[in-house]
C-alpha cells in the first residue's frame, strides 16, 4: 500500500525525473507534511527502534563518567558548554547529568547545559524526562546558536539520520545513484548522469564490480566540520556515538526500520526511519585537518566497559530482587555485547578534543 509521502515523491519524480538518493532521504525524513520526524513517534519499544539509552540508565551514566573525565583533562574550566545534539526523549542527558552532579559538583554548578533540538514536541518530552535539570537547560534550534566557551559535546546516533548520497559503478565508471519510477510506475532505483571526482573514492576503485556502492556524506562532513572549528576556536571535546565503520569502503548500507524490523528503503517513505551507516574515517580526517587529537574510533562495548559498566551493573543490582538482576545483566549484554541484536560491535565512540591530553578508556591513535 503506497503511502502519502510515496505518492507525493512519484508525483514529483513523474513532473521533474529521478531525485537523488540525497534528496529521497531529506524527504523521507523531514518533509514538512509527512516526513518521518515530523509524524511518528520514533524512540522507544512503542516505537520503530530503541537507542542505547533508552536500553539503560547505565549508557548515560557512563558518557556522564567519560564527560567530567574530559573536564578534568581540560583543567576543570569554568562556563563550560554542555551539550547534546539530537536529545530524543531527553533520557542520556537526565542519565550524564545525575552522574556529573554527584562526580563533579564543581562542574554541574559553573555550566549551562544545552539541548539542540528542532521539535517542539520532542522539547515538551525532554522538559518531562530530565525534571528538576530542566530549568538549567535552553534549547536551540542550530548548533551555531550555543553561547561562546569550552564545549563538552555529546551526540548519539546523530550522524546515521544526516542524509547521504550514493554513487553505484556503471559500464561508464560510478554515477550518482537515483529513485525513479519503474515500468509499474513504483519507486526504483537507478543511475544518474552526474558523476564523483575519482578522489573522492576509497583505493581500489577501478576494481569494484558494476553494480558496487560507495556512499559520500557531505553534509556529515559539514556537520563535523561545525563542530570540529568550535572545538578547535574554544575548547572542549566533543563525543560521538554511531553505527558505523572504521574504514571508509564500498557497500550499500542505506537501511530503513520500521517496528523495530528492517523495511526495503523504498517501501514506506515517511512512515519508516531511513539511515545509513556512518564512516568514521572521514568523521575522524574532518576533525584531524581543523587540528583536533583524535581518540577512537573504537567500538562501543569497550568504550563502556573501560569506563566501569560492569562495575556499575554490579552496583546497581547489588541486593535488587532476581528479575531485575537478570534485566541489569541482558541490559548490559545489549549495550556492550558482539553478535545479532547487540550494539557492542556495530557501534563505534569516537572522540575529538582540542585538550592534547589521553582521554580513557581510549588508546591515542594520532
Not at 549495550?335 to 572522540?351: E, I
Amino acid at each position: 500500500m503506497s503511502t502519502p509521502l510515496a505518492r507525493k515523491i512519484k508525483a514529483l519524480i513523474h513532473t521533474n525525473g529521478p531525485i537523488s538518493v540525497t534528496d529521497y532521504f531529506s524527504l523521507c525524513l523531514a518533509d514538512p507534511e509527512h516526513g518521518y520526524y515530523r509524524t511518528r513517534e520514533p524512540f522507544g519499544r512503542e516505537g520503530d527502534f530503541v537507542t542505547a539509552p533508552e536500553v539503560s540508565q547505565l549508557f548515560g551514566e557512563m558518557l556522564g563518567v567519560f564527560m567530567v573525565h574530559a573536564w578534568q583533562k581540560h583543567g576543570m574550566p569554568n562556563g563550560v558548554r554542555f551539550a547534546e545534539i539530537g536529545p530524543g526523549r531527553g533520557t542520556m542527558m537526565a542519565d550524564m547529568l545525575r552522574v556529573v552532579a554527584r562526580l563533579a559538583p564543581a562542574l554541574y554548578d559553573s555550566a549551562s547545559f544545552h539541548l539542540i533540538e528542532t521539535s517542539e514536541r520532542l522539547r515538551a518530552v525532554q522538559r518531562q524526562t530530565l525534571g528538576t535539570h530542566a530549568e538549567r537547560i535552553s534549547w536551540h534550534d542550530s548548533f551555531d546558536q550555543l553561547p561562546v566557551g569550552p564545549l563538552l559535546l555529546a551526540a548519539n546516533e546523530l550522524f546515521d539520520a544526516i542524509p547521504i548520497r550514493q554513487f553505484v559503478r556503471t559500464q561508464n565508471g560510478f554515477r550518482e545513484r537515483m529513485v525513479g519510477l519503474d515500468a509499474d510506475g513504483e519507486l526504483a532505483f537507478a543511475a544518474g548522469i552526474a558523476g564523483i571526482d575519482p578522489a573522492l573514492l576509497p583505493e581500489g576503485y577501478k576494481s569494484q564490480p558494476v553494480g558496487a556502492i560507495f556512499e559520500f556524506a557531505p553534509a556529515r562532513e559539514a556537520a563535523m566540520t561545525a563542530i570540529s572549528e568550535r572545538l578547535s576556536d574554544h575548547g572542549g571535546t566533543a563525543l560521538v556515538i554511531d553505527y558505523g565503520h572504521v574504514v571508509s569502503g564500498f557497500g550499500d548500507t542505506l537501511q530503513a526500520v520500521l517496528r523495530h524490523a528492517f523495511d526495503p528503503p523504498l517501501a514506506h517513505p515517511g512512515e519508516a526511519d531511513l539511515t545509513s551507516h556512518v564512516d568514521f574515517e572521514r568523521l575522524a580526517t574532518v576533525a584531524r585537518e581543523a587540528g583536533l587529537h583524535i581518540h577512537g574510533p573504537q567500538p562501543q562495548g569497550d568504550f563502556l566497559m573501560g569506563l566501569g559498566l560492569a562495575e556499575r551493573a554490579s552496583a546497581l543490582g547489588r541486593g535488587r530482587d532476581e528479575s531485575l538482576q537478570s534485566q541489569i545483566i541482558a541490559d548490559v549484554e545489549r549495550l556492550a555485547g558482539s553478535g545479532a541484536g547487540n550494539m557492542g560491535d556495530l557501534f563505534k565512540v569516537l572522540a575529538v578534543t582540542s585538550a592534547d591530553e589521553p582521554l580513557a578508556p581510549f588508546r591515542r591513535t594520532d
